[in-house]
């Protein structure tokens, strides 16, 4: 196993461990809710951190609960905090999962409303900002854009609110 691969599966196990941890606390559960997704793991540099005490993170959004779940641990794993902070103030980069979670929710809207070339065109997904520039959406907000490639422009577009499971907006691009 190569040092790569090591580092990869010791940095799972870690997560996992944590992951554990956090779904036995009480106030972490209560802060996630029952629809969630784990984001990051941080690791706290010295310096930024603020409270001693927290040498790592991890970091959630909450989609039931509509907020940023952050999991602080100290040195020894031993949870220390839950900080909850609402979708309107911060939001964390979105994942993988939520992306796939957007992308469904939109090819279905596109397929449920004539759209049949949606089947020949790819998804990319980005966290959306409110168009007046004023900063994150109330809720967590993914824009998808279908298109042929990376490189083409898209085609079909949508605002999808994970938080609400539904479709904000659509465009669709000639």
Not at 36 to 47: G, H, L, Y
Not at 59 to 74: C, I, P, Q
């Given at each position: 196993m190569t040092e790569e691969v090591f580092d990869r599966v010791r940095k799972r196990t870690r997560m996992d461990r944590l992951?554990?941890?956090?779904?036995?606390?009480?106030?972490?559960?209560?802060?996630?809710?029952?629809?969630?997704?784990?984001?990051?793991?941080?690791?706290?540099?010295d310096k930024e951190d603020t409270d001693e005490t927290v040498v790592s993170?991890?970091?959630?959004?909450?989609?039931?609960?509509?907020a940023t779940v952050e999991v602080g641990f100290d040195a020894d794993e031993k949870l220390e905090t839950v900080t909850i902070t609402p979708a309107k103030d911060y939001q964390p980069e979105i994942t993988d999962e939520e992306i796939k979670d957007a992308e469904k929710l939109a090819r279905?809207?596109?397929?449920?409303?004539?759209?049949?070339?949606?089947?020949?065109?790819?998804?990319?997904?980005?966290?959306?900002?409110?168009?007046?520039?004023?900063?994150?959406?109330?809720?967590?907000?993914?824009?998808v854009s279908f298109q042929k490639d990376d490189d083409a422009p898209p085609q079909l577009m949508a605002?999808?609110?994970?938080?609400?499971?539904?479709?904000?907006?659509?465009?669709?691009?000639?």
């Amino acid at each position: 196993m190569t040092e790569e691969v090591f580092d990869r599966v010791r940095k799972r196990t870690r997560m996992d461990r944590l992951e554990q941890k956090t779904r036995a606390d009480m106030r972490a559960v209560y802060g996630l809710g029952n629809r969630f997704t784990r984001v990051a793991v941080v690791d706290q540099d010295d310096k930024e951190d603020t409270d001693e005490t927290v040498v790592s993170r991890l970091v959630y959004f909450s989609h039931e609960k509509n907020a940023t779940v952050e999991v602080g641990f100290d040195a020894d794993e031993k949870l220390e905090t839950v900080t909850i902070t609402p979708a309107k103030d911060y939001q964390p980069e979105i994942t993988d999962e939520e992306i796939k979670d957007a992308e469904k929710l939109a090819r279905k809207y596109f397929i449920r409303h004539g759209f049949k070339r949606i089947t020949g065109l790819r998804a990319y997904g980005i966290l959306a900002y409110k168009p007046e520039g004023t900063g994150f959406y109330d809720t967590r907000v993914i824009y998808v854009s279908f298109q042929k490639d990376d490189d083409a422009p898209p085609q079909l577009m949508a605002w999808v609110d994970l938080t609400n499971q539904q479709i904000l907006e659509v465009r669709e691009e000639l």
